[in-house]
């Protein structure tokens, strides 16, 4: 069972991180045999690194950018597709003009057409440059006049070298309780989010800042954002939702909030019910459990458990007399509770009932315990793990205590389920016993004394399943009443002339988001391929974070596609879909493959528009250019030198879309009734055969359907236009990732030992470092590959700082992530483009100037040269030789 990191530890990382020294270069880290240096550099006017002119229009010309037909269009009804840049709190606000027009160019070089200005309200940044919150007040309206002004500027510039700007509004602001709340709202974590959705003070708040953000005019445009063509989008709320991430299991937690604000989410939730029902009787009648004796625990006698550790952690089980009870001891701790896990597997459990897991347990030390019922991953290998309704944190102390948590059962669509307990927080020995899970509980109902209209029904902890069922549906109104009562005070009261969008899909509330974001002119998803995880839960910690270390093409499968295939089951049908957050975070020594990945792959599902996260520190702010954190995207050789590939990919749709069938999943009323994830889904209504991701484009419809209805997948087959241009193949190593279009063409994967053919290009390679490398050729001019006159070709492998130091285990650098200037792998590629003859290859140097011509043979109507250790480069420019 995996369980990611919360979603506000990612938000503290580049602030952490930027507080690591810069070190000094030392013969100790001289730059290690079979690699060279690659500083990150501004391109060159005109090199082959520079498509700048992809951003023809620019300035006060810079159409606006509206929806029409499910697609981002300009006013001439032409569409336009974007490849984006983060830029989050320091980095949003450049102190100086000069670092302003760095950063515009660089984008615009690199492909940018777009830019998300995100987490412009976050707290740590305050007094620093780095937030619009001014450093001498604890309240959170005025903002700082400098922050604005730089900030004003920045859109400006952007908006001169052909950037639009995505505007976040409510992301990381912390409130205090002098912004007018009780002194517990510093308890609440992660900015106040959940809460912030029905809060009437915190949403009286969102207001007030969206209308000092968007109609204050900025003095280098002339115009206030809400009226600029510039402002492409506005998204109102970063990855919310009052159902909370899908680790906390949706609608579950809100009862934790500290005392004021579950009062006031109780008195609406008996508001809704007073309207929902004719009167108190009907309330219990509908409520109440079904009949019948209670069965025993579901735990067979017989059952075995399982015990595993990750890498960094060790532990052996004793088990008891029989399967309800168990002594686990803990001998390695990596701080991360799914690091040592025993499971009960093989559970049957029914889509929508409540159950009850028991048991008494004490431990060695005072200590936290997960406990998890989830799908037993063992036996649906191919399927991503996913919680069936339960993911807590229990406290244990040296004494026994008895632990009781319900929940009610979801997302299981007939598989088989495990009961996980996750200890790998610390060593020490665990004791469990007298352990049951047995279906419903006791308390279930309205209980006596209990009333909707004398406001007395609380939350439900113990509910039944036609309780909980009303509670998902008060949240679900509770949050579509948030975003509809936002959006309409954007648009209609401060005439906000960008597409606007509440949050993120999937993780932000599952289905119950189709009916969140349905008023909204498009759709928003964020996703990370191996997000670092932090052990011991709480404040993020630099030194103490482990990452998985593999490539996503790994988890390529027939029914799973990695992070991309389930955003592709998410699509939403006729609007524009955007991933306004992607990474494949550092220090991975697979990142090599994001760029070309999802790049091809958004425009073969045609998405329309594709934001990697971050940008990371720059300029004077990163004076040796090392890669400063995770999600650095600016300063890391294995990312961004691919970024002119991906933006021609994406905005030129050099490769198509999928056309051979489309599916589209049609879900009933309301859209979350039968199932609360959409992948789910798709893999009990699809149940044979492969979920082909790179030939069939997949979409969900917000629309509701009938009551009762249930779920139904709509096809729309024709015939394949020729061969895909997106395929996966094997290698000796391992797969192979091939883009093969008419001028575009990828090797991306196990290159090592293998020869390997994508169209026009062909790429052979002996073994070497981790065999894994990403080879991508495109034509600058727009012409086929075959008769380009101008091809830029890359060859990247691994990169890093220089000095950075691995653990044992490889999943971890701790502090030591080394410093600039990066240094990347040699390649030790034979390279071969089909074409007309006559051309030159040059390798290029980091400014993407020529460096001395390389030799290269012509036969057969192909050139080839092969990637030498001398040229250190990772691009090559291939030019008719009149040039």
């Known amino acids: 069972m995996k369980i990611p990191s919360r979603p506000a530890l990612r938000r503290l990382a580049g602030a952490c991180l930027a507080l690591l020294p810069f070190l000094p270069l030392s013969a100790a880290d001289a730059i290690p045999e079979g690699w060279f240096a690659w500083p990150s550099t501004e391109p060159a006017d005109g090199s082959a690194l520079d498509v700048s002119p992809l951003n023809a229009v620019r300035g006060a010309a810079l159409p606006r950018i509206s929806v029409r037909d499910g697609r981002f269009v300009t006013p001439d009804g032409a569409r336009i597709r974007f490849w ?37 309200d976050n707290a740590w940044g305050v007094g620093s440059g780095g937030s619009i919150w001014p450093a001498d007040r604890r309240e959170h309206r005025e903002f700082d006049p400098v922050q604005l002004d730089r900030l004003h500027r920045f859109i400006a510039v952007l908006r001169d070298h052909g950037l639009y700007s995505n505007l976040n509004l409510k992301v990381s602001k912390t409130l205090a309780p002098e912004d007018g709340f009780d002194a517990s709202v510093t308890q609440i974590p992660d900015f106040q989010k959940r809460i912030d959705i029905y809060d009437r003070r915190m949403i009286d708040l969102q207001k007030d800042y969206a209308r000092r953000l968007l109609t204050t005019k900025n003095p280098y445009t002339g115009l206030a954002p809400a009226e600029d063509p510039a402002i492409a989008i506005v998204e109102l709320n970063n990855e919310n939702s009052i159902f909370g991430y899908w680790t906390r299991d949706l609608g579950r937690g809100l009862d934790k909030f500290p005392a004021p604000f579950v009062e006031e989410l109780r008195g609406q939730w008996n508001v809704w019910l007073a309207r929902r029902y004719a009167d108190d009787a009907a309330l219990a009648a509908a409520w109440a459990p079904a009949g019948g004796a209670a069965p025993g625990s579901l735990i067979p006698g017989n059952a075995v458990w399982q015990t595993r550790a990750q890498p960094g952690s060790a532990a052996t089980a004793a088990p008891g007399a029989d399967a309800t009870a168990q002594e686990l001891h803990i001998a390695a701790a990596s701080g991360i509770d799914w690091h040592v896990q025993v499971s009960l597997r093989g559970l049957a459990l029914d889509e929508g009932a409540v159950y009850t897991i028991e048991f008494r347990a004490k431990a060695s030390q005072p200590r936290k315990l997960g406990v998890g019922v989830g799908l037993d991953a063992e036996a649906r290998p191919q399927e991503p793990w996913r919680s069936f309704g339960l993911l807590e944190s229990v406290d244990l102390d040296t004494d026994w205590r008895t632990i009781r948590l319900v929940f009610p059962a979801h997302s299981t669509a007939g598989a088989p389920a495990a009961l996980s307990l996750n200890a790998g927080q610390t060593t020490g020995t665990i004791s469990i016993a007298d352990l049951k899970l047995v279906r419903d509980c006791a308390g279930a109902g309205l209980q006596p004394g209990q009333s909707a209209r004398a406001g007395s029904v609380p939350l439900p902890l113990a509910p039944s399943a036609a309780q909980w069922a009303d509670w998902i549906h008060f949240l679900a109104d509770t949050e579509r009443a948030f975003a509809e009562e936002m959006r309409d005070y954007l648009i209609n009261e401060l005439h906000v002339q960008a597409p606007v969008v509440c949050s993120q899909l999937g993780d932000y509330g599952g289905l119950t988001a189709l009916n969140r974001e349905r008023a909204m002119e498009f759709a928003d998803v964020h996703a990370y391929w191996q997000h670092p995880d932090f052990p011991g839960g709480g404040m993020w910690n630099p030194a103490r974070w482990t990452i998985r270390n593999s490539p996503q093409l790994d988890a390529f499968a027939d029914r799973a596609f990695g992070e991309l295939g389930a955003l592709a089951l998410l699509r939403v049908a006729g609007k524009p879909f955007t991933l306004s957050e992607y990474d494949h975070p550092a220090p991975g020594e697979f990142v090599c493959e994001m760029y070309p990945e999802v790049a091809s792959f958004a425009a073969r599902q045609d998405w329309d528009i594709v934001y990697p996260f971050s940008t990371g520190a720059y300029g004077t702010a990163n004076p040796d250019g090392r890669i400063t954190d995770f999600f650095d ?68 419809s917000d629309v509701p359907g009938a009551a009762g209805a249930k779920a139904t997948v709509a096809s729309v087959d024709a015939e394949a236009a020729g061969p895909a241009p997106v395929r996966i193949v094997s290698a000796p190593q391992g797969r192979v990732y091939v883009i093969d279009s008419a001028a575009a063409a990828a090797a991306v994967g196990y290159l090592g030992g293998a020869t390997v053919d994508a169209g026009a290009l062909r790429v052979a390679a002996p073994r070497f470092g981790r065999d894994f490398a990403s080879v991508t050729a495109v034509a600058l001019d727009g012409r086929p590959l075959r008769d380009s006159a101008r091809v830029l070709v890359t060859v990247v492998a691994r990169a890093s700082n220089q000095g950075l130091v691995w653990n044992e285990a490889h999943n971890s650098v701790g502090l030591d992530w080394g410093h600039g200037p990066t240094i990347a792998e040699h390649v030790p590629a034979t390279v071969t483009l089909a074409g007309a003859a006559g051309r030159a290859v040059y390798p290029l140097a980091p400014d993407g100037t020529r460096r001395r011509r390389v030799e290269a043979t012509t036969a057969d109507g192909a050139l080839t040269f092969t990637v030498g250790a001398g040229d250190r480069t990772l691009h090559y420019e291939i030019v008719a030789e009149r040039n």
């Open 84 to 120: 984006g840049a983060n830029v989050a709190g320091a980095e949003a606000f450049p102190a100086t003009a000069a670092q302003a027009e760095l950063i515009a160019r660089q984008f615009a070089k690199g492909g940018v057409n777009i830019v998300r200005l995100h987490h412009l």
């Open 633 to 700: 995207q600016l300063h890391h050789p294995a990312k961004w030198s691919q970024s002119p590939f991906a933006a021609l990919v994406l905005r030129r749709s050099l490769v198509p879309p999928a056309t051979r069938s489309v599916r589209t999943l049609h879900l009933g009323s309301p859209v979350w009734a039968e199932q609360p994830h959409a992948d789910v889904l798709w893999r009990a209504l699809l149940p044979e055969g492969p979920l082909d991701f790179l030939n069939i484009r997949y979409a969900v």
